[in-house]
């Protein structure tokens, strides 16, 4: 079956970064879209970015262009998520989603879903 295993996070400091990684497997994602969300507690989940399998074109939530970059890795299945100039807002439960099709914003439009990695930014 798919599994999604998200590692990386940890508690930084602000203005620090971090790498978010994603491994996929149980099937191959030729045809799917890759997205990196995030809840916070009592938040609904946010969408991120996204990254499409095959072609590697991405998507970005306006709250953070420019600062969080979505890549993948198709020899190893991973999907990553680069964070620079982490702030305390963006303390939150960071998951790793996929779905078949183009991007999406929508979490509800997600198949799977990893067990998400926390990330904690202090002030």
């Known amino acids: 079956q798919v599994q999604l295993v998200e590692s990386g996070g940890g508690l930084v400091q602000a203005g620090d970064s971090l790498r978010l990684s994603c491994v996929a497997s149980?099937?191959?994602?030729?045809?799917?879209?890759m997205g990196w969300f995030r809840q916070a507690p009592g938040k609904e989940r946010e969408f991120l970015a996204s990254i499409t399998w095959s072609g590697g074109s991405t998507y970005y939530a306006d709250s953070v262009k420019g600062r969080f970059t979505i890549a993948r890795d198709t020899a190893k299945n991973t999907v990553f998520l680069q964070m620079n100039s982490l702030k305390p807002e963006d303390t939150a439960v960071y998951y790793c989603?996929?779905?078949?099709?183009?991007?999406?914003?929508?979490?509800?439009?997600?198949?799977?879903w990893g067990q998400g990695t926390q990330v904690t930014v202090s002030s």
């Open positions: 989603g996929a779905r078949r099709g183009f991007y999406s914003g929508a979490s509800l439009r997600y198949d799977y």
């Open positions: 149980g099937r191959t994602f030729d045809s799917y879209s």
